[in-house]
């Protein structure tokens, strides 16, 4: 059995090594720009009823530096997301609050391409990215919008816009020449970024 297992492995790493070397499909001058959903991240808030799929797009271009045989990227980042809180005053059930945070996110991302699996459509990557996290509060209060001068009244509330930074991890694969599905797992704005994207 020992000797089976063995000579399997000796024969898959003779499959791995034999590949061709360096077949990313990210290479200095290539363009990716990818659209779709994520969802979790830190966006400083601490309480909140629900959030939406942020909806972002990226896109990156490959640069001429080359690094241990991997591909250095330079890119841009851009989501969409919201977190609401409603609920009702336990004093009085007529009375309740609907806040709402919309956050528009500009990031720079830099990442490296780098071949782990020698598949020749596929990319797989690590990242950096620096954003600016905009945020913009709307609310609606049925009791203080009513009782504007009731005690502890606590509008007008005001959140600041923010730099945060965040670190992923991606892999790309082509299912059509040119055309891939994607999947970043990050720290920081994202937990999952996940869709589609287009390599020109």
């Not at 297992?5 to 791995?16: D, Q, Y």
């Not at 690590?126 to 509060?137: C, I, K, T």
């Not at 055309?179 to 996940?194: H, P, Q, R």
Request: net charge negative.
């Amino acid at each position: 059995m020992v000797r089976r297992i063995l000579v399997f492995a000796a024969f898959s790493f003779g499959l791995f090594a034999s590949v061709e070397a360096n077949a990313q499909s990210f290479t200095a001058g290539t363009v990716v720009a990818q659209v779709g959903v994520q969802t979790g991240g830190n966006y400083g808030l601490h309480y909140y009823t629900s959030a939406t799929f942020g909806k972002s797009f990226a896109i990156d271009l490959g640069l001429p530096t080359i690094f241990d045989d991997g591909t250095v990227g330079l890119g841009f980042y851009y989501a969409n997301k919201s977190f609401n809180q409603t609920k009702q005053y336990a004093f009085n059930n007529s009375y309740y609050f609907d806040r709402t945070w919309d956050y528009d996110v500009y990031g720079a991302r830099f990442t490296y391409h780098y071949d782990f699996f020698g598949v020749k459509a596929m990319d797989t990557y690590v990242g950096l990215m620096a954003s600016y996290n905009h945020v913009e509060f709307s609310y609606k209060d049925t009791y203080y919008d009513a009782n504007p001068d009731a005690p502890g009244n606590p509008y007008p509330l005001h959140f600041n816009n923010t730099v945060r930074s965040s670190a992923f991890a991606g892999i790309r694969y082509e299912f059509i020449e040119h055309v891939a599905a994607f999947a970043e797992v990050g720290l920081g704005n994202y937990n999952l970024f996940g869709g589609v994207c287009y390599r020109y």
